[in-house]
Each structure stands twice: as C-alpha cells, then as structure tokens.
C-alpha cells in the first residue's frame, strides 16, 4: 500500500511560481529516489526532476533547468518542486514517482513503480 499524493498545482500567470509538494506514505522515502513528472494534453510524459534518496543529486530536464528546483525533507517524508519564472510550455499535469534505484536523468517513466494521482499546472494570461 505505497501512496504518493501530489498537492500545489493551480492556475498562475507567465513568469509566476508555484510549489509543488508531493507527501510518501506506506513507506520510508528515504530509500527512495524522487522524480517529477509532466504531461501535457497530446503530448508524451515527460521526466522534469529527479532526486535521489539523500538529496545529494538532483537532474533537470533542459527545459526546466535554472527554473525549477527540486528538494526533499524526508523528515516529513515530502519532496518539493520549486517552479519558478513559469511558461505557458509548462501547463500539464504533474506527478511525482517513485523508485528504489539511482535517478537516471530527470527521470524515465519506465524506471518509476509508485505513482501519484498528479496535479494540474496550468500556466496562462
């Protein structure tokens, strides 16, 4: 019984910000590496973040890079995704995964088991 329960996704003007949080229950997130995924309507999920089990490592996609960041507190057993200086290009639904190996990259959906229910971003004037 893992379960990963996004929250944050809402409606925000270009160039605005948004923090999404994604809480772990049924297991220890310690143990686990973090991604963040997106998809927008037509288009194939995407790997934005990953973050690995102690926080020491974390990957971006180009897309993303330098406006983004990820970020965990396994105390509270969440992992965070800073968006910041948001696009129109950013409107999807947004996921978080989980995986008990390395991050490969910003993330390949193949790679992740435990899945959240995702949270809209929608990104527009």
């Known amino acids: 019984q893992l379960q990963l329960v996004e929250s944050g996704g809402g409606l925000v003007q270009p160039g605005g910000s948004l923090r999404l949080s994604c809480v772990a229950s049924g297991f220890t997130l310690d143990f686990y590496a973090i991604g963040w995924f997106r998809q927008a309507p037509g288009k194939e999920r995407e790997g934005v973040s990953c973050?690995?089990?102690?926080?020491?490592?974390?990957n971006y996609a180009d897309s993303v890079k330098g406006r983004f960041t990820i970020s965990r507190d396994n105390a509270k057993n969440t992992v965070y995704l800073q968006m910041n200086s948001l696009k129109p290009e950013d409107t999807a639904v947004y996921y978080c995964?989980?995986?008990?190996?390395?991050?490969?990259?910003?993330?390949?959906?193949?790679?992740?088991?435990?899945w959240g229910q995702g949270t809209q971003v929608t990104v527009s004037s």
């Open positions: 995964a989980a995986r008990e190996r390395l991050c490969r990259g910003p993330g390949k959906s193949a790679d992740f088991g435990s």
């Open positions: 973050i690995s089990m102690s926080g020491s490592s974390t």
